[in-house]
């Protein structure tokens, strides 16, 4: 990847690889410093769209889980996923190592930052939402 840094975007992915680094995350300096890029220009009220290739990848049940992850509560997942729970705990497993994460809410994040999940897959609870119902 050949982006010509800012000097915010530099200090960005220095931070962010003292981080990755020191949290063992399976993330390469490629990955990194897309991430550092789009951080950098999310926090300048900018938008910059991620390189097209995908910084991780997950399969159809992997993405699965964690859209459900994203859309529910988790002691009901397995069977609203139709899977067995064994099964839904080995591909959420699976999931959480290709995304370098431990929890539910860190996999939804990052499955967001990389696109692989959209804003509008997910569906806030009524009590979440601005002006729900209570």
Avoid at 117 to 133: F, H, N, Y
């Amino acid at each position: 990847m050949s982006h010509r840094l800012t000097p915010a975007d530099a200090r960005v992915r220095a931070a962010l690889l003292t981080a990755v680094d020191e949290a063992h995350l399976p993330l390469t300096v490629e990955q990194v410093t897309a991430l550092a890029l789009v951080a950098t220009q999310a926090a300048l009220g900018r938008t910059r769209r991620l390189p097209t290739e995908p910084l991780v990848s997950l399969t159809g049940r992997q993405l699965a889980v964690v859209l459900a992850i994203a859309n529910d509560e988790v002691a009901d997942l397995p069977c609203k996923t139709g899977l067995s729970p064994n099964t839904f705990r080995t591909h959420r497993h699976l999931a959480y190592q290709r995304l370098g994460v431990r929890t539910g809410a860190a996999a939804v994040a990052v499955s967001m930052a990389t696109e692989l999940i959209q804003p509008s897959q997910i569906v806030l609870p009524t009590r979440l939402m601005p002006g729900g119902a209570r």
